[in-house]
């Protein structure tokens, strides 16, 4: 939802620099090969972030695999355990629970030296990249296809309220919050985070 809503500022802030008035075709064909450019460009950096993202809790981790079997005291171990755990469900753990998870990972084989980046994050890389770089596309087609810019820029614009509003209404199902609302909430917001982009050059 993130890198979508990314997607959707950048190439608004391109979109929305053209003038009805004064844009012409070469304008609005600088104005492509721009917003295209910046998502690919970003799209591109997205991945990287998501892989050293990765990396990251992958070695968290294992940092942890291995405080919890070099631990001497068993008290420590349950506390390095209870620690990894989301909060709410290490409250609700006796020490005889944290102690059996503690034992069972005593009794897996030793952690490698260093944590390794796996085909799954490479899909998920890739599966970044393509949100930010084909949410592009559906704000830009009707400057592709509408030589008359006015109707163009109304069409666009329509387009990227939609976008905005199914990006909040995903947002609002996945973190628990009213979904129709959410969505209008996230049209406002990315209307304001474009008009601050823009505002301030980018």
């Known amino acids: 939802v993130s890198e979508v809503l990314f997607g959707l500022i950048m190439v608004l802030t391109f979109t929305g620099s053209l003038s009805v008035y004064e844009a012409g075709r070469e304008d609005v064909r600088t104005m492509l090969v721009g917003a295209l450019g910046c998502n690919l460009a970003w799209g591109i950096i997205g991945a990287v972030f998501y892989l050293m993202a ?42 005889t629970e944290l102690e059996g998870m503690r034992l069972r990972l005593l009794k897996l084989p030793g952690p490698p030296p260093r944590a390794q980046l796996g085909w799954d994050d490479g899909r998920g890389a890739l599966g970044v990249f393509l949100l930010v770089f084909l949410s592009t596309f559906p704000v830009t087609i009707p400057f592709i296809f509408m030589h008359d810019l006015g109707r163009a820029m109304r069409v666009s614009n329509g387009i990227a309220i939609v976008l905005l509003f199914l990006t909040g209404y995903a947002f609002g199902r996945i973190a628990g919050y009213h979904s129709w609302l959410t969505g209008v909430a996230m049209v406002v917001l990315g209307s304001v985070l474009v008009g601050i982009t823009m505002a301030l050059g980018g």
């Open 54 to 95: 990765s990396l990251a809790e992958k070695e968290r981790g294992l940092a942890t695999f291995r405080a919890v079997r070099e631990a001497g005291d068993p008290e420590r171990g349950q506390r390095l355990v209870a620690a990894a755990l989301p909060p709410v469900v290490a409250s609700i753990l006796e020490p």
